[in-house]
């Protein structure tokens, strides 16, 4: 599982931490994750992956549209004393790049597409408080959104969907009380009825409760939990979980609250369904398990 990497060592779109799946696509595609690490990051459910986002995603692009192909934290602030990835140091702006496709046609020149970065700057009371932002799909279209953490200093994290034209479209609720934070995990369809799904885990060092949201109408719903799960623990720049698809659907995997035992979930009519499926080895953490390979 990938670590946190010196800042001034990396590319924009990879500091802080790879592992929770930030693109960055120069062009059409750069920067990709594959392997478990793609697992990991969530991306693999969503069909975001390298060569797959140009077959069906941008290669079917609309004239006139705009879409996601990058995005990066900038405007480090240390107005939040949180400090649970480690150190304190937040984000106060998000930075979404984005193609617009000026006219159709079915092969890619540079003529037909305009290229340019908007800026997301949150008012002092609040905070990106998150390892880099998240290029998921979560509307179902083969298009990415963003998703990050968004932190107000009084009420805590919430999980927040910004789109291409740089509106944060979705959310859910805040927490409700400062220093208190979400761990994402990933989206896919997890129950197969053709809707996305965003599972993170809600306060993963106190209430370890695994929550799954539905974006349904342009609004987040969530659809169910479950409690004694976690993937964080304070200080660490690392979240330790993902989804997989090992044959028999996506399956979302975290340890249990105690840091002994890993777990699998699945969304069931409804309901998770969590089976505990061996020891957890802080060294090896989730890699091979969530690349179905036999530990």
Not at 20 to 29: A, E, S, Y
Not at 66 to 80: D, H, K, L
Not at 140 to 145: I, V
Not at 176 to 203: C, K, M, N, S
Request: charged share 20%; aromatic share 4%; hydrophobic share 40%.
């Amino acid at each position: 599982m990938a670590r946190r990497r010196p800042l001034r060592a990396l590319r924009p779109c990879v500091r802080r931490a790879a592992q929770v799946g930030c693109l960055c696509l120069t062009g059409l595609v750069g920067e990709a994750l594959s392997g478990s690490a793609l697992a990991e990051a969530g991306l693999a459910e969503s069909g975001l992956s390298g060569s797959g986002l140009a077959e069906t995603g941008l290669a079917r692009a609309t004239q006139g549209a705009s879409y996601v192909i990058g995005a990066e934290f900038a405007s480090p602030t240390r107005r939040y004393d949180h400090g649970v990835l480690g150190d304190a140091v937040e984000f106060g702006t998000l930075l979404i790049h984005v193609e617009i496709h000026v006219e159709h046609t079915d092969a890619r020149s540079e003529a037909a597409v305009t290229r340019k970065t908007l800026a997301v700057n949150l008012p002092p009371s609040r905070v990106f408080e998150d390892l880099q932002p998240r290029l998921w799909d979560v509307t179902g279209d083969a298009f990415p959104e963003v998703v990050v953490i968004e932190t107000d200093l009084e009420t805590g994290a919430q999980l927040a969907i910004y789109s291409a034209d740089g509106d944060k479209f979705a959310a859910t609720p805040h927490i409700g009380q400062t220093h208190r934070w979400l761990a994402p995990v990933g989206a896919a369809d997890l129950d197969g009825d053709g809707l996305i799904e965003i599972a993170y885990v809600d306060r993963p060092h106190l209430a370890r409760t695994l929550r799954i949201w539905r974006v349904r109408d342009g609004e987040l719903e969530e659809i169910a939990s479950a409690a004694g799960l976690t993937n964080h623990k304070i200080g660490e720049a690392v979240i330790t979980s993902g989804i997989r698809d090992c044959g028999q659907g996506p399956e979302i995997v975290t340890v249990n609250g105690t840091w002994s035992r890993v777990v699998v979930s699945r969304l069931v009519n409804g309901e998770i369904q969590s089976q505990d499926i061996g020891a957890f080895d802080p060294q090896l953490r989730l890699t091979a398990v969530l690349a179905c390979q036999p530990e």
